[in-house]
């Protein structure tokens, strides 16, 4: 079989492993991946949203099946694309994919079929939403409706912030169209747990727990990011939080999508934070996280593409998906300064023994070898019997692996052994 990914962060890179584990698989192109996946894809400069340049790729070299990673060409329909042309995929159309696209969409979606999320309000219009914050209970959270490189949600601690976060959105425009309508919504507290799951529209098959950390500084400090690093499972995800998650939320969403005559097929992210009134939404996302699919996808016992092609022929009730009892760690190494402001053009070492588990997010590949080219350089992942094994393993990889200015996190997964009890 002839594979296409299109995208080319670190998710992408374990997306493309695990697809390789699968014998019948000759090749797989990724579209336009990036120069530390040159050993296990083959590289095409065509760029995740520029989707008839995808379309064509496809057609003309005979794809037989596409994975779309990223939100973005899943929002501009890659999928509905693809699909007219013939080319069996895996992802949500775009009337699906709207569940992330759009928060107006999913908030109301979650309030017309109960599902629990945070108290909210919508508003299209500053004044009206700058009203309203006089009496808002602070801290409260500013959420841009569109998509916006995850930075569009602001928790406001005073009012002044919330109102500066309001005009930042929808008279500056900082996220540009984006910021057209906002949602204003109840600041929650509890842990967040992270749930990715295969659905085919008909069941939801959740996949393990992660946790990820968000922040770019130690002891969740400093800015939010993608993400600095995850581990998998989640230790707050108890058996009987995933049964009331199923119930409550899982099962819920997706017969919602299927009432409103928007079948979710693909991989169904759920953001939740476990709240003192029990499990809530916090975001829906349209495909894997980044970085949670570099701890999930290592856990993954069962073949990969056979699950995917599962959630596209709606066969997903009758196919294993199987998850190995271990833990996973992967600990995030960018270049100092992400978010803001880095450099790049790294010359970077990645000793073959560890390359098995390590998934590269921003690097170039020249005459010279292998470069640093983004804020998230690459992801090193370890799997063990228990999470401190994992920790300290996937801690010993990254001290093997060299670029100038790297910077990465010293306590992922610290949190989740504190709620172990450790
Ligand atoms: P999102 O992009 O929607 O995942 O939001 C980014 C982060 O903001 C989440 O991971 C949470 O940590 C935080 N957040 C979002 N909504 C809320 C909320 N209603 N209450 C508290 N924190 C929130
Ligand atoms: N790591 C969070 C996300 O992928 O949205």
Do not use: W
């Amino acid at each position: 079989m002839k594979l296409m990914v299109v995208g080319g962060g670190g998710r992408e890179h374990a997306i493309i492993k695990k697809l390789k584990e699968n014998k019948t698989v000759e090749k797989i192109y990724a579209l336009p991946g990036n120069g530390g996946m040159a050993e296990d894809a083959e590289l095409v400069n065509i760029g995740a949203k520029d989707i008839d340049a995808i379309v064509d790729f496809a057609v003309k070299n005979q794809i037989d099946y596409a994975v779309v990673a990223p939100d973005d060409p899943l929002v501009l329909g890659a999928v509905d694309a693809l699909e007219a042309v013939g080319i069996p995929c895996f992802g949500p159309r775009a009337n699906a994919a709207i569940i992330e696209g759009s928060k107006v969409f999913s908030k109301n979606l979650m309030k017309k079929y109960g599902i629990p999320t945070a108290e909210y309000e919508v508003f299209d219009d500053m004044d009206a939403a700058l009203k309203y914050l006089e009496t808002a209970p602070i801290p409260t959270v500013i959420k841009a409706d569109g998509l916006a490189l995850g930075k569009g949600v602001i928790i406001a601690e005073t009012r002044e912030a919330a109102r500066d976060a309001v005009r930042s959105m929808m008279q500056d425009k900082v996220f540009g169209k984006s910021g057209d309508h906002i949602v204003i919504e109840e600041f929650l507290t509890g842990p967040e747990v992270s749930v990715l799951s295969f659905t085919d529209g008909k069941v939801v098959v959740p996949m393990v727990s992660s946790m990820d950390h968000k922040r770019a500084g130690d002891n969740d400090t400093g800015l939010n990011t993608g993400g600095m690093g995850t581990v998998a499972p989640n230790p707050y995800y108890t058996e009987a939080l995933a049964k009331e998650c199923m119930e409550t939320i899982f099962l819920p969403t997706v017969n919602a999508m299927n009432a409103e005559g928007r079948t979710f097929k693909g991989c169904l992210y759920f953001g939740l934070m476990i709240t003192p009134k029990g499990p809530k939404v916090i975001e829906y996302n349209c495909r894997f996280g980044d970085p949670e699919t570099q701890v999930v996808l290592p856990l993954l016992e069962s073949d990969l593409l056979t699950v995917m092609q599962a959630t596209t022929n709606g066969t997903l009730a009758e196919t294993e998906v199987k998850f190995g009892k271990g833990n996973a760690c992967c600990v995030i190494m960018a270049s100092a300064g992400y978010p803001s402001a880095y450099e790049k053009g790294f010359l970077m070492t990645i000793p073959e023994a560890v390359r098995d588990t390590v998934y590269v997010a921003g690097a170039t590949l020249d005459s010279e070898g292998l470069k640093t080219n983004g804020g998230r350089v690459l992801g090193v992942t370890a799997v063990a019997d228990t999470l401190p094994e994992a920790i300290d393993a996937a801690y010993k990889k990254v001290e093997t692996i060299h670029f100038e200015n790297a910077y990465y996190r010293h306590d992922i997964g610290k949190r989740a052994m504190e709620a172990y009890g450790k």
